[in-house]
């Protein structure tokens, strides 16, 4: 095998662990900063208004401040009685308010992108307090408040904004480790590239 031969082979071994590597720190930036953004959300429910004693269907749709959709989100909805005179609703927030437990907490599931669904049957009448609980990166999470009035009349779209993100200390300490590992665990895949790859060149040359 000639020299250009080796060459290129060594060449093909860097460039698989060069694609690798980034492949891996994309993911990884994706995750850390995932969140760094306002999100805007959007909930009505189906049919509107339900009749009362029967179940709904709630959907709740999220897009970024560019009007993309947010995909792939872990999303929960907690319904609870509306506070009491002259209390206030929680503010949104990147920490869980401390609030008694819900009549119902249930998971989003999504149906379309950045489309999230599910079935929910409340006590007939009244308005109630809707958590939106966004916990889609571990250590992370963002909560606004919804008002939804069943009342008998239309509720019809309901808007809400889910504040950003910050990166918390244990996230950032496993962004510095996978940032100083992620380069050696690259340089060990290439090495064993380039070495695997020459007992095969070394047979070649003596063959010839």
Do not use: K
Request: net charge negative.
């Amino acid at each position: 095998m000639t020299r250009t031969g080796v060459g290129g082979r060594r060449n093909r071994a860097c460039a698989r662990g060069g694609r690798a590597f980034a492949i891996a720190l994309a993911l990884l930036v994706g995750t850390v900063h995932g969140h760094a953004t306002l999100v805007f959300g959007s909930l009505g429910i189906d049919p509107d208004p339900p009749p009362p004693g029967t179940s709904f269907t709630l959907t709740l749709t999220l897009e970024d401040p560019a009007l993309a959709p947010v995909e792939d989100a872990v999303v929960f909805v907690e319904v609870r009685p509306m506070p009491a005179a002259g209390e206030t609703l929680p503010s949104p927030s990147t920490e869980a308010p401390e609030l008694p437990p819900p009549l119902r907490a249930e998971r989003l599931v999504e149906v379309a992108p950045a489309v999230y669904r599910a079935d929910f049957a409340l006590p007939d009448g009244g308005a109630y307090h809707l958590l939106v609980r966004d916990q889609t990166f571990q250590w992370e999470e963002a909560n606004a408040s919804v008002v939804l009035p069943l009342l008998g009349d239309p509720v019809g779209e309901l808007p809400f904004i889910l504040p950003p993100t910050q990166v918390g200390p244990r996230s950032l300490w496993t962004w510095i480790v996978w940032l100083v590992g992620l380069p050696l665990l690259a340089g060990v895949v290439v090495t064993l590239l380039v070495l695997r790859s020459r007992p095969a060149a070394g047979a070649t040359e003596s063959g010839a």
